[in-house]
Antibody
Framework: QVQLQQSGPGLVKPSQTLSLTCVIS??????????WNWIRQSPSRGLEWLGR?????????GYAPFLKSRITIYADTSNNQFSLQLTSVTPEDTAVYFC????????????WGQGTLVTVSS | QSALTQPASVSGSPGQSITISCTGT?????????VSWYQQHPGKVPKLMIL???NRPSGVSHRFSGSKSGNTASLTISGLQAEDEADYFC??????????FGGGTKVTVL
């Protein structure tokens, strides 16, 4: 049973950096079949895929084009976790953020973190 | 990448079958067999119901089935039950090596 436990602040000031971490239990962030994703959800924008990281002999990343210059997703193998950083946030980035697992890398998000409501406000 | 198009709402009576559509383009739904469907109850985390167009994960009821024709994927719920009342989202791989979601469909059991 894979479990994903998210942590990070629920309030971020405009222009600052949003940082969230997802600790994995029951799988390895270095699993060379899986991919590890961040997805967010808001009433105005619905579900949005943000990006992912995965290991295939080397580490790879993929990001949503609309965020490409602001987003970084990286893995920490020592702590079996992966993290999201989103820079220069605005109120438009207010959403519930989820970390998810794709066990085969074919878009099947089968395990989800509990969700973190991040509000961007001064 | 534009969101996939889903009807805002679909309803049906207990025992009936309903179908939710998910329309994209040849650059996403039509071009790949990587369409997934998710169920989300209010305040809960989305749950994977269908992967790779028509495959059910272990533990998902056989009442849920998926299919695709051209640029449109579909989720059918047979023998509708009260517990099926939820929001449903589709997602697809895209030619940009990204994933895109539909806007969601609210299913109401009458």
């Amino acid at each position: 049973q894979v479990q994903l436990q998210q942590s990070g602040p629920g309030l971020v000031k405009p222009s600052q950096t949003l940082s969230l971490t997802c600790v994995i239990s029951g799988d390895s962030v270095s699993n060379d079949n899986a991919a590890w994703n961040w997805i967010r959800q808001s009433p105005s924008r619905g579900l949005e895929w943000l990006g992912r990281t995965y290991y295939r002999s080397n580490w790879y990343h993929g990001y949503a084009p609309f965020l490409k210059s602001r987003i970084t997703i990286y893995a920490d193998t020592s702590n079996n976790q992966f993290s999201l950083q989103l820079t220069s946030v605005t109120p438009e980035d207010t959403a519930v953020y989820f970390c998810t697992r794709e066990p085969k890398g074919t878009g099947e998000f089968d395990s989800w973190g509990q969700g973190t409501l991040v509000t961007v406000s001064s | 990448q534009s969101a996939l198009t889903q009807p805002a709402s679909v309803s049906g009576s207990p025992g009936q079958s309903i179908t939710i559509s998910c329309t994209g383009t040849s650059s996403d739904v039509g071009g790949y067999n990587y369409v997934s469907w998710y169920q989300q109850h209010p305040g809960k985390v989305p749950k994977l119901m269908i992967l790779e167009v028509s495959n059910r994960p272990s533990g998902v009821s056989h009442r849920f089935s998926g299919s695709k024709s051209g640029n449109t994927a579909s989720l059918t719920i047979s023998g509708l039950q009260a517990e099926d009342e939820a929001d449903y989202f589709c997602s697809s791989y895209t030619s940009s090596n990204t994933w895109v979601f539909g806007g969601g469909t609210k299913v109401t059991v009458l």
